[in-house]
T-cell receptor, first 114, second 113 residues
Framework: KAGVTQTPRYLIKTRGQQVTLSCSPI?????VSWYQQTPGQGLQFLFE???????NKGNFPGRFSGRQFSNSRSEMNVSTLELGDSALYLC?????????????FGPGTRLTVL | QKEVEQDPGPLSVPEGAIVSLNCTYS??????FMWYRQYSRKGPELLMY????GNKEDGRFTAQVDKSSKYISLFIRDSQPSDSATYLC?????????????FGKGTLLTVNP
């Protein structure tokens, strides 16, 4: 069974631009969670989607948004990029919602904002 | 005070050593405790999962939770060079926004052959 895939793996953007990241969960998994990982703040929860609905949300500004499609694939969008948005963005999938002990992480998308 | 505190290390040990990794937390509502291992350029992978207090053993790994002290530990016996990675603790509670996972910043471990 294929693991969680994220595209692209690396991305370079400039301040003010927007970016869309994609996550394909493990087949049969209906929950997708997104995380931001930085050296300073560590791994922080962004949001979780289950059955195309946002179920849980972390403490990030409204510039960070997401959505989930009927095939469970998910996208995350960051608008008006800031230098501080440079990070590794990870998504994780699980079969059930709010099932954090059964999550599988993807390799992440490394975003650099110049 | 951050909700979860974890010594970032780095921690360097010789092969075969017993490794002790620890986290402290402040939110008494946390009931689910996890340890993840993250290799360089990879996503985290779940190592151990514990509900509430107590010990759990899986091969060379033992997780301990002491809720009275708000302290969790991961022990690695007979450490191997392949254990070299960043180890992250994570925890969550039941109910509402507390369901989200809160992570420690991770401890970088190097096991030297």
């Amino acid at each position: 069974k294929a693991g969680v895939t994220q595209t692209p793996r690396y991305l370079i953007k400039t301040r003010g631009q927007q970016v869309t990241l994609s996550c394909s969960p493990i087949s049969g998994h209906r929950s997708v969670s997104w995380y931001q990982q930085t050296p300073g703040q560590g791994l922080q929860f962004l949001f979780e989607y289950f059955s195309e609905t946002q179920r849980n949300k972390g403490n990030f500004p409204g510039r960070f948004s997401g959505r989930q499609f009927s095939n469970s694939r998910s996208e995350m969008n960051v608008s008006t990029l800031e230098l501080g948005d440079s990070a590794l963005y990870l998504c994780a999938s699980s079969q059930r919602e709010l099932s954090y002990n059964e999550q599988f992480f993807g390799p992440g998308t490394r975003l650099t904002v110049l | 005070q951050k909700e979860v505190e974890q010594d970032p290390g780095p921690l360097s040990v010789p092969e075969g050593a017993i490794v002790s990794l620890n986290c402290t937390y402040s939110n008494s509502a946390f009931q689910y405790f996890m340890w993840y291992r993250q290799y360089s350029r990879k996503g985290p992978e779940l190592l151990m999962y514990t509900y509430s207090s107590g010990n759990k053993e899986d091969g060379r790994f033992t997780a301990q939770v002491d809720k009275s002290s708000k302290y969790i530990s991961l022990f690695i016996r007979d450490s191997q060079p392949s254990d070299s990675a960043t180890y992250l603790c994570a925890m969550s509670a039941r109910g509402g926004s507390n369901y989200k996972l809160t992570f420690g910043k991770g401890t970088l471990l190097t096991v030297n052959p």
